[in-house]
């Protein structure tokens, strides 16, 4: 490790903490640490403020890193769970999950009810990213994949429209609440399931650097190496079907974040070694979507904008400028 890698390191954590606490603190009710003695105060701090911080770093940790994954596997910076139909593939899932539960017994049980939702919102992502593969594998022009992956969402997109103008208008309502994103809407115990799982697979990204290091020069020259390929494709997609479907499955599908966090992070940093672009994207992942969720907070005194509102109106042209300076449309 280099003196500026754990210099920058130490600077984002630092950062993330401070607007950890912020994202606490601040909102349509702003709270002090000594509001925390007053009951009212205690139960926004604890049972919605705390949750929500949590998830938004998680969040904004796991969709980076799977964008950084995905546009190392597929060697395409336009690449990104949202763009690419992922996080479709995961609400589509989550849609007929929710119906199954609404018609049956399933969503009396909190549990059984949210890993329903988990298990369908992995399997939608998973379908997707290996569809994606198959069509990478296909052709080497980055537009085409691009382009398969936005036809891809349109797609899903439309079946999910179908599930929802079928839908109750109680259901018709949550379904598109919860397609606008958003962290606010999980407990501690949402935190609990997601929090394990999001470490557990942090921790083994970690020793995918090097073979993602080597498949980014050449197939060929990684294969040379003793690299397995094939098994390093089948981990990358686990991994991020396994991200993105369980921040899916709890904060809806958030955009941006994957796409624009990955190509920022290479900019900024101005470094290629994939264990430093996987530090840099988990830190500033969450620093995002913590300063989106605080925007979205202090934007209204009456209720929280939905977090893909401002992710978007934000991301988007970061995504534009970030692109036309790299020349990466080119590519």
Not at 7 to 23: G, H, K, R, Y
Not at 108 to 129: D, E, H, Q, R, W
Not at 224 to 247: C, D, W, Y
Request: aromatic share 10%.
């Amino acid at each position: 490790m280099t003196n500026k890698f754990i210099l920058n390191i130490i600077l984002l954590l630092a950062a993330t903490v401070v607007l950890f606490f912020a994202n606490l603190f601040l909102g349509s009710v702003n709270l002090s640490f000594s509001d925390l003695h007053d009951s009212m105060a205690s139960v926004i701090f604890y049972q919605i403020r705390l949750p929500k911080s949590f998830t938004a770093v998680f969040a904004g940790a796991s969709l980076a890193l799977c964008g950084m994954l995905m546009q190392a596997l597929f060697r395409n910076p336009l690449a990104g769970p949202y763009v690419l139909g992922v996080s479709s593939g995961a609400s589509l899932f989550v849609a007929i999950a929710i119906i199954i539960m609404n018609n049956s017994l399933m969503g009396l049980n909190y549990f059984l009810g949210k890993t329903l939702i988990s298990m369908a919102s992995v399997a939608g992502a998973l379908l997707v990213t290996i569809l994606i593969l198959f069509v990478s594998k296909k052709t080497k022009n980055n537009i085409t994949v691009l382009l398969v992956g936005i036809m891809l969402s349109q797609i899903l997109g439309a079946f999910q429209g179908l599930i929802e103008f079928m839908a109750s208008p109680n259901t018709l309502k949550s379904f598109v609440v919860w397609g606008m994103g958003s962290v606010s809407g999980t407990g501690m115990n949402d935190v609990m399931i997601m929090v394990p799982v999001c470490l557990l697979v942090f921790l083994a990204c970690l020793f995918m650097a090097k073979p993602l290091n080597a498949i980014l020069l050449n197939e060929s020259y990684a294969q040379n190496l003793g690299i397995n390929v094939n098994q390093l494709r089948t981990t990358v997609i686990i991994i991020t079907a396994v991200l993105t479907g369980i921040i899916t499955a709890f904060c809806g599908p958030i955009a941006f974040v994957g796409l624009s966090v990955p190509i920022a992070c290479r900019l900024l940093f101005k470094t290629s070694d994939q264990l430093q672009q996987m530090v840099y994207c988990i830190f500033m992942g969450a620093i995002v979507l913590l300063v989106c969720d605080t925007l979205c907070q202090l934007l209204s005194n009456n209720f929280a904008l939905p977090i893909n509102t401002v992710t978007t109106l934000i991301g988007s042209p970061v995504v534009i400028y970030l692109l036309f300076r790299s020349k990466l449309i080119g590519q």
